[in-house]
């Protein structure tokens, strides 16, 4: 089982750029399907993007071409690069893992059983 702590939040104008990290313990990092999500005020958490154990990566429709996900198997860390930010990325973002898990079901939220503390991101218009 991994423990993972999120970072690289704050607050910011809408245009620009945050880069959120993920750093995991245990030795088996390489193993995880590790998924970014994110929940806003009064909103479901939602689904944003996900790098598979294998190195695939996914997105969510509404975030290609301003979110990238990578991961840095030395470092135990994903992250999320995201650009062109607008106000209504503003929310909660969370990251979490599922170990060895199946890419049909790397979107959905109930599969993932690791979930870290989360961290804020603001924007402003």
């Known amino acids: 089982q991994v423990q993972l702590v999120e970072s690289g939040g704050g607050l910011v104008q809408a245009g620009g750029s945050l880069r959120l990290s993920c750093a995991a313990s245990?030795?088996?990092?390489?193993?995880?399907?590790m998924g970014w999500f994110r929940q806003a005020p009064g909103k479901e958490r939602e689904f944003v993007s996900a790098?598979?154990?294998?190195?695939?990566?996914y997105y969510e429709d509404s975030v290609k071409g301003r979110f990238t996900i990578a991961r840095d198997l030395a470092k135990n860390t994903v992250y999320l690069q995201i650009d062109n930010l607008k106000p209504e990325d503003t929310a909660v973002y969370y990251c979490a893992a599922k170990y060895r898990g199946r890419i049909a079901t790397i979107a959905t939220i109930t599969i993932y059983d690791t979930w870290g503390q989360g961290t804020q991101v603001t924007v402003s218009s």
């Open positions: 245990g030795r088996t990092f390489s193993s995880y399907n």
């Open positions: 790098i598979s154990w294998s190195g695939s990566t």
